[in-house]
């Protein structure tokens, strides 16, 4: 069965400095997704970025980018110049790339990140 | 805009009464789940869904059962609420391919079995 790890449960940053989440995932899949979502206060799940398992190349969305190490099954998430607005619950995730019964979306425990002034 | 949308955002019910958390999505996507989110305990998945009744078992589904007999609505049932399923709900919906594996959620329920 398919697990996602996150050891972290918080983390804290200063405002415009890099913060790293970390996540772990096992699976004998070959061709999957990895997501990291953002839960704020509000509750309103934000997708931040995805990866597709078969491209070598690193996810980037803006101030967002991922460390992909397939080999090492380790998935994490970079913040570069934090922003008050990055504070919230970070989750990581993980999904086949195909449908059917067996198309479950796995997520870890999440990492609360706080943002200081 | 995609939206996925709950019926309720807060919830109390009492003991032993059988408590249906609905969930509709208009973007006609194949998969739709149900998860609980507790505190340190992340996300969890009950049920999901990848077609018209077509449900597979999730990591907890002790305690709950679904419906889906459209494809936009999937329903969660609490057939005997206890206390202990006290928690946030949160419905989602994806398509495998076309959304990229994406998962579009709801703005969740909050449950309070009293």
């Known amino acids: 069965a398919q697990t996602v790890t996150q050891s972290q449960p918080e983390m804290s940053v200063q405002e415009a400095e890099t913060v790293t989440l970390s996540c772990t995932y096992d699976t004998s899949e070959s061709d999957y997704y990895l997501f990291w979502y953002k839960q704020p206060p509000s509750r309103q799940m934000i997708l931040v970025i995805r990866q597709e398992a078969y491209k070598q190349q690193n996810a980037t969305e803006n101030r967002f980018s991922v460390n992909f190490q397939k080999a090492a099954k380790s998935f994490s998430l970079k913040i570069s110049d934090s922003q008050l607005g990055d504070a919230a619950m970070y989750f990581c995730?993980?999904?086949?790339?195909?449908?059917?019964?067996?198309?479950?979306?796995?997520f870890g425990t999440g990492t609360l990140l706080a943002v200081q002034p | 805009d995609v939206k996925v949308t709950q019926s309720s955002r807060y919830l109390v019910k009492r003991t032993g009464e059988k408590v249906f958390l609905e969930c509709v999505q208009d973007?006609?996507?194949?998969?739709m789940f149900w998860y609980r989110q507790d505190p340190g305990l992340g996300l969890r998945l009950i049920y999901f869904s990848y077609d018209v009744k077509m449900k597979e078992k999730g990591d907890i589904p002790e305690g709950y059962s679904v419906s889906r007999e459209k494809k936009e609505r999937f329903s969660l049932i609490l057939e005997s609420a206890s206390t202990n399923q006290t928690s946030m709900y949160l419905c989602?919906?994806?398509?495998?391919?076309?959304?990229?594996?994406?998962?579009?959620f709801g703005q969740g329920t909050r449950l309070t079995v009293v």
């Open positions: 989602a919906s994806s398509t495998p391919e076309g959304g990229r594996g994406r998962a579009f």
């Open positions: 973007m006609d996507h194949e998969n």
């Open positions: 995730a993980y999904g086949k790339r195909y449908g059917g019964a067996t198309n479950k979306l796995i």
